[in-house]
């Protein structure tokens, strides 16, 4: 059965639908869908939509059919330069007079041309590149001059200004839409209305056409989301003070402006709250300081039980819970969804429902200071406060959003993290119980008794390509873009969050918050039941590292056995024809800059000799950044322990940038967006996303706080390895793309990094044969077990090459990251996960060993003259001791039991290169 009652139906006489408006946004691409039941013969002509520019030339046409000289023939026109593009095929009555799902679309930018019939390629055309700019007269079911009518009827019309895909069309041609949908220009339903239903408000008028009671053979329905349900009992989020800034301040400290949003599903008008700020009741004063209002309200949204209406509660240091309302009174009515809002500005708050505005209401005063009072969603501290029904999407601003924007986006998950969005709390994800807060203030919530429900969500469903996009240009480092919200796909669980702000913040500051609302949820929100004393910060003074315990960290013997089995194994390379018969050589040349601080070689060489089963030094050969004398260091001479120690240095900043960020992060970023834009229903979603499932997460969340970024005058600010390093952002990136531009699934075992020789105390190479093979066999197995299912989902594979394939800088000679055989994508599921489990364990656990020591090695070398070194080296050993310190997903304690079996039985191979306490399931930190 059909949800669509009606369908619009022409006779092909003398009606047409007119729309009312011009497409301003439609220049480089397009997509025109609709179902459609021709009923013209063969041999009639006909144009089932026309769009003239305001010089009354042709921008668009598709005739369905048009009878040629020898046959009849669907022709798809597009484009206003000298002529239009067009492509044709030979059509069959059967091909058009039943319903059938029509797609047109056109990228004048890559010149491409498609006609796609029930979601698959009918036809296509190349060197397609004429715009598509200006069009403003666009007719449905005839030509703009009213002429070439066609018959048939018509359901679910789509304009959009982007070229769709096959998979983004075959996933929503037989869905209902919101009309929030991104890039979505026009969607006229044809369900007893021509009503737009997009912001647009672009509505058709019609001409003689007639509504028909029709069946579609598809069922047309909005699409069910994951929301969360409220009992009205006991249930809430706790999101806490709120995480603070760069500017240490509250997030979710509020009071002059704010916006607060929500979409809303009541079962009962008892209780009613949304948002509340408000201290706990039980919460101790601060010993000399003014007592706690704890009955206030600083500021809240809430539906009023006896009036239905939505209010605004707010507190001012002189008054107390003064409630305002709109001069509007609309009803919120029971089981049924509205959008709430209400902003905050010059001294007035305006309510909003469904995007209407309700009025304003005079605010008596600034609200009251509010950084320590806790954010409360579905309920107050108040008695019978508690929210009964079902939450979704809910926003907070610290800016006044205008009534334009808050229509423009109530109806579609937000694309960007814009500016002033200080809280976003999708409530999507269906599992868990954490309620994260997919901007970057992090204001994640702690779900207490609230469960995961499913309903029709008047919210535009976004695909996973959409969700999941790439920043960046192609051709450069391409990777999840991070100032897009967060997809509830990589939200990271409540173990990898405990763990995270344990290891970063220790047991004080955010940490401290979150355990006192967990001790909070589980004693019924009784402050008493807190310890006295919480346990001690673990990193108020930085833990031994390796080679603070080593009295001969300074000897050539550790210098080998680093290079052996240091953060950036696999480096050494045999050579010939020399006095030596290993080296290790970096090579800077490419960086630009150095700090004027700072020194750094732009080519650093260390060589050994093999003497029996040891290796020896023999030279260390290097060219500093601005001299060009090329200077060769010994065993013995004079420097050779700050040639030593300027080798390290080196290294530290290339392992840093080019191995732990390029090779590993940076590289498994890229598999793992295609894998998620791509990969819903294929059996290797089960192999590959528990080892992959933080990486995204982490990346986007890191690239700041790791590598700074560039502020909006284009100056650079400084994360924790640009601070501590001599390279800028823009440098680090040089090594960074050097190294990705090597990275293929196709060379990736890891015996290309063994030695040829036995050398003794060489544990990287055994551990990571070990973990190769043993990883490898894994993989095999699972394959053979789900060929079948791999197959008949193959089209998800196709997809995931294509996305490699585009967003690569792999170097040409290297060939391209596509996936042609099955073959090929075990070998590709093998490289990732042997690199997010094993090698990033190893270069991450192993980075602190020497890293967390400033007198062994610190980032590039620096000049007694820096007046931040010693900022510098107390930012590099919290950093690095932070980076280790992460390990919430190890696979002897998560991983399946088939890979820690096999990895228990060959133990004595991994260790002590890796101890098994070190393995990680995927890239966590």
Avoid at 363 to 370: M, P, Q, R, T
Wanted: charged share 25%; net charge neutral; hydrophobic share 35%.
């Amino acid at each position: 059965m059909s949800e669509q009652k009606f369908v619009l139906t022409f006779n092909g006489v003398n009606d047409r639908v007119e729309l009312s408006k011009g497409f301003p946004s439609i220049e480089k691409a397009i997509t025109i869908e609709f179902w459609a039941k021709g009923e013209n013969i063969l041999t009639q002509q006909t144009s089932v939509l026309e769009a003239y520019n305001a010089q009354n030339v042709r921008v668009l046409n598709i005739h369905l059919p048009w009878q040629h000289t020898a046959d009849t023939r669907i022709f798809w026109d597009a484009g206003n330069q000298n002529g239009y593009d067009r492509i044709e095929k030979t059509v069959k009555l059967t091909d058009y007079n039943v319903w059938t799902h029509w797609a047109f679309v056109k990228d004048a930018v890559t010149g491409q041309m498609y006609i796609y019939q029930n979601g698959k390629i009918w036809h296509q055309g190349s060197g397609q590149k004429r715009s598509l700019a200006g069009i403003q007269k666009l007719v449905i079911g005839s030509s703009v001059n009213a002429s070439y009518h066609w018959k048939g009827s018509l359901a679910e019309f789509r304009i959009w200004n982007q070229a769709r895909t096959a998979l983004e069309i075959e996933q929503q041609m037989s869905r209902r839409l919101v009309g929030g949908e991104p890039g979505l220009a026009v969607y006229l339903p044809f369900d007893g209305d021509a009503s737009d239903r997009t912001i647009a408000g672009n509505d058709g008028k019609l001409y003689n056409t007639t509504w028909t009671e029709a069946e579609l053979p598809v069922k047309l329905e909005n699409q069910e989301q994951s929301v969360l349900s409220f009992d009205g009992k006991d249930d809430y989020i706790s999101c806490g003070k709120g995480q603070i800034s760069d500017k240490e301040a509250r997030f979710l400290r509020l009071s002059q402006t704010m916006t607060l949003e929500a979409w809303v599903n009541l079962a009962s008008y008892k209780g009613g709250s949304i948002f509340t700020k408000q201290y706990n009741p039980t919460e101790p004063d601060k010993p000399g300081q003014p007592s706690l209002d704890k009955a206030a309200i600083f500021y809240g949204l809430f539906v009023d039980e006896s009036t239905k209406l939505p209010m605004f509660i707010y507190s001012t240091k002189d008054k107390r819970n003064l409630v305002l309302g709109g001069t509007t009174k609309t009803e919120i009515g029971l089981d049924r969804w509205y959008h709430l809002a209400v902003v905050v500005n010059n001294q007035q708050a305006e309510l909003f429902v469904n995007g209407k505005s309700q009025g304003a209401a005079k605010i008596e005063g600034e609200i009251a200071e509010n950084a320590e009072a806790d954010l409360l969603i579905g309920k107050s501290y108040a008695e019978n406060s508690h929210f009964t029904g079902q939450l979704a999407e809910l926003r907070i601003w610290n800016i006044p959003r205008t009534a334009a924007e808050i229509q423009a986006n109530m109806s579609r998950r937000l694309e960007n993290i814009e500016p002033g969005l200080v809280g976003y709390w999708l409530l999507e994800k269906g599992s868990g119980e954490i309620a994260y807060d997919s901007c970057l203030s992090d204001s994640f919530g702690m779900i207490k008794g609230a469960t995961w429900s499913k309903s029709k969500l008047p919210i535009a469903v976004l695909s996973r390509k959409e969700k999941f996009s790439y920043a960046g240009k192609i051709g450069d480092v391409r990777a999840l873009d991070a100032f897009k919200p967060l997809p509830s796909e990589v939200h990271p669980s409540a173990r990898w969050l405990a763990n995270f702000y344990q290891s970063t913040s220790g047991l004080g500051g955010a940490t401290k918050d979150v355990l006192v609302r967990q001790v909070l949820m589980e004693n019924a929100g009784d402050f008493s039941k807190i310890p006295a004393k919480l346990p001690p910060k673990q990193i108020a003074t930085a833990p031994e590292n390796l080679t603070r315990l080593r009295l001969d960290k300074y000897s050539d013997e550790f210098f080998v056995e680093r290079r052996l089995n240091g953060f950036n194994p696999g480096q050494l390379k045999r050579v010939e024809n020399q006095s030596w018969q290993y080296v290790i050589r970096y090579d800077l040349c490419g960086i630009q800059k150095i700090d004027t601080h700072g020194i750094l070689p732009k080519l650093i060489e260390a060589r050994f000799c093999l003497e029996g089963q040891q290796l020896t030094p023999h030279s260390i050969e290097y060219t500093l950044f601005g001299e060009t004398q090329v200077q060769t260091q010994r065993p013995g001479d004079q420097d050779w322990e700050w040639a030593k120690k300027l080798f390290r240095c080196t290294e530290f900043l290339y392992h840093e940038t080019g191995i732990h960020l390029g090779r590993l992060h940076l590289n498994v970023d890229q598999y793992a967006m295609a894998f998620y834009r791509n990969v819903i229903n294929n059996p290797i979603q089960k192999l590959l996303e528990p080892h992959l499932e933080i990486v995204l997460n982490m990346n986007t969340r890191g690239v700041f706080a790791i590598l700074g970024y560039k502020d909006k005058d284009g100056k650079d600010v400084d994360g924790a390895v640009t601070f501590i390093s001599c390279v800028d952002v823009d440098n680090m990136y040089v090594l960074i793309r050097q190294e990705l531009s090597n990275m293929t699934y196709r060379n990736g075992n890891p015996r290309s990094q063994f030695l040829p020789d036995y050398i003794t105390n060489n544990h990287f190479d055994r551990s990571a044969g070990t973990m190769w093979r043993i990883v490898t066999d894994y993989v095999s197995r699972f394959f053979a077990n789900n060929r079948a299912g791999i197959q008949t989902y193959w089209s998800e594979i196709v997809g995931m090459s294509e996305d490699l394939s585009a967003n690569t800088i792999l170097k040409k000679e290297l060939g391209i990251l596509d996936i042609k055989t099955m073959q090929d994508l075990q070998d590709l599921c093998v490289y990732v996960i042997y690199n997010s489990t094993f090698y990033h364990s190893w270069v991450n656990n192993k980075q602190f060993e020497d890293g967390g020591d400033v007198d062994y090695v610190t980032m590039g070398a620096w000049k007694d003259t820096d007046p931040l070194r010693l900022a510098r080296q107390a930012k590099q050993i919290l950093s690095m001791q932070n980076l280790t310190a992460v390990r919430c997903n190890l696979i002897m304690d998560v991983g399946p039991t088939e890979l820690k079996d096999a990895i228990w039985k060959q133990r004595a191979s991994i260790e002590p290169g890796l101890p098994l306490d070190k393995l990680m399931m995927s890239i966590s930190i």
